[in-house]
């Protein structure tokens, strides 16, 4: 079965601080899809990144960084300079293969990152 | 942009009542997805569906059934609530490939008393 760890259940930072947010993940299959979530307080999932199996260069979006490692089966999220509002609980996720052709996710347990002022 | 709507923020039910949660999307998505949320667990997946009157348990469908008569609508059945069943509840719709994200609704936050 596949797995997502999170260690990390709780971080505290304060504000301009930069935080990494770990994800483990554990896959047998060769192709699969690793997506990050956040949910703010208001308690919707918000859709942050996507990164295919096939794919290991990084990304940065302004202040957000994904950094892909297969050979650790890592898929970790840093936030630089960062802010209030990324106060949030933060999701990382395992696309698994379902019936062939289809797909569910498998959640990691988030992590709540506080960003105080 | 994609909108998924729960029918209901927050909701309070009776123990053995029959609970009815509704999801609506607007983009023709073929996936359509209910979890639960509770602390320390993250989410769990209940049921999933990928086409229109097709149904797949998750990981805790125990207690719960689904129904799908229409593309845009999935409903989760709580058939006989219990309190262990308190919980928020999280709609989710997809297309139908495996690199696709899932757009989520707001949640209903479900209280059995």
């Known amino acids: 079965a596949q797995k997502v760890t999170q260690a990390q259940t709780e971080i505290s930072v304060v504000e301009k601080e930069d935080v990494t947010l770990d994800c483990v993940y554990e896959?047998?299959?060769?192709?699969?899809?690793l997506f990050w979530y956040k949910q703010p307080p208001s308690g919707e999932l918000v859709f942050l990144i996507r990164r295919n199996s096939f794919d290991e260069q990084n990304e940065i979006s302004g202040r957000y960084s994904w950094n892909f490692q297969k050979s650790t089966s890592s898929f970790n999220f840093t936030i630089t300079a960062s802010q209030v509002v990324d106060s949030a609980v933060y999701f990382c996720a395992l696309s698994e293969v379902y019936g062939g052709s289809n797909y569910k996710l498998t959640f990691g347990k988030g992590t709540l990152l506080t960003v105080n002022p | 942009d994609v909108k998924v709507t729960q029918s209901s923020r927050y909701l309070v039910k009776r123990t053995g009542e029959k609970v009815f949660l509704e999801c609506v999307q607007d983009?023709?998505?073929?996936?359509m997805f209910w979890y639960r949320q509770d602390p320390g667990l993250g989410l769990r997946l209940i049921y999933f569906?990928?086409?229109?009157?097709?149904?797949e348990k998750g990981d805790i469908p125990e207690g719960y059934s689904v129904s799908r008569e229409k593309k845009e609508r999935f409903s989760l059945i709580l058939e006989s609530a219990s309190t262990n069943q308190t919980s928020m509840y999280l709609c989710?719709?997809?297309?139908?490939?495996?690199?696709?994200?899932?757009?989520f609704g707001d949640g209903t936050r479900l209280s059995i008393l």
């Open positions: 989710a719709s997809s297309l139908s490939w495996g690199n696709q994200p899932q757009h």
């Open positions: 569906s990928y086409d229109v009157k097709m149904k």
């Open positions: 896959t047998r299959d060769t192709t699969y899809y």
């Open positions: 983009m023709d998505h073929e996936n």
